[in-house]
């Protein structure tokens, strides 16, 4: 009887640990919020497309693995031809929205796979925030070479695979001035740009360490 009283006086407040495919209607400004950015593969209908070469992009198991009674996660599934210029100025809107009902810029993280790395970076710029988090997986490829003017600010944390194509994060750090720190590993699975297709723990344990670990470092700070 007491669990079921607990449940109808508190099921409708905001907890940290949600997973959000919208932004939230409600924002509690105690609290962390960390946007999750997928892939090309998945923009479309099809939350589990298939790549012929790397297989089944899981896109429910990798937000099930990405939540975290830490942080609320934000994870959107983008409609098919999204233009990444479009979709960072709307992940921009957002992060300047929770702002403004007072979260602190320093409990924003954003996380970006592939194109979603590269839609990161583009908010990044946008934002020119000191403060905000940015972690970039497999992210940093042709777009950033073919746009020099794009830079990143803040804390910058970047994993790329050594069988992939995509590397290091190097260049654009050293290109980019408002950098406030950089931490860069390579992950060696052989799985190519598949291996941030499923959940696996190579890349997710870092990334929630650093989520983890970039509140400690702010409070400090």
């Not at 409708?12 to 924002?27: K, L, N, Q, R, Y």
């Not at 892939?39 to 790549?51: H, W």
């Not at 899981?58 to 693995?65: N, S, T, V």
Request: with cysteine.
């Amino acid at each position: 009887m007491f669990k079921l009283l607990f449940l109808l006086l508190f099921s409708s407040a905001p907890f940290a640990g949600e997973v959000f495919t919208a932004f939230p209607s409600t924002i509690d400004a105690t609290q962390k919020y960390v946007f999750y950015s997928h892939g090309l593969i998945v923009e479309g209908t099809n939350p589990r497309p298939v790549n012929s070469r790397w297989g089944t992009y899981e896109f429910p198991e990798i937000k099930a693995a990405l939540a975290d009674t830490d942080y609320n996660l934000i994870a959107y599934h983008r409609a098919n031809n999204t233009q990444p210029k479009a979709f960072a100025q709307k992940l921009a809107s957002d992060v300047r929205l929770l702002i403004a009902k007072g979260v602190p810029a320093g409990n924003i993280s954003l996380i970006g796979f592939s194109r979603g790395g590269a839609i990161t970076i583009l908010t990044s710029n946008l934002l020119a925030n000191n403060d905000v988090t940015y972690i970039i997986l497999a992210g940093c490829g042709r777009y950033l070479q073919n746009n020099p003017e794009l830079n990143v600010y803040g804390s910058i944390y970047s994993i790329f695979e050594t069988s992939d194509d995509v590397g290091s994060c190097q260049l654009l750090i050293d290109r980019s001035k408002g950098v406030k720190r950089f931490t860069e590993i390579s992950i060696s699975t052989d799985k190519e740009h598949g291996a941030f297709y499923t959940p696996i723990a190579e890349w997710v344990v870092p990334v929630k360490t650093w989520l983890k670990q970039s509140t400690h470092y702010r409070a400090a700070n």
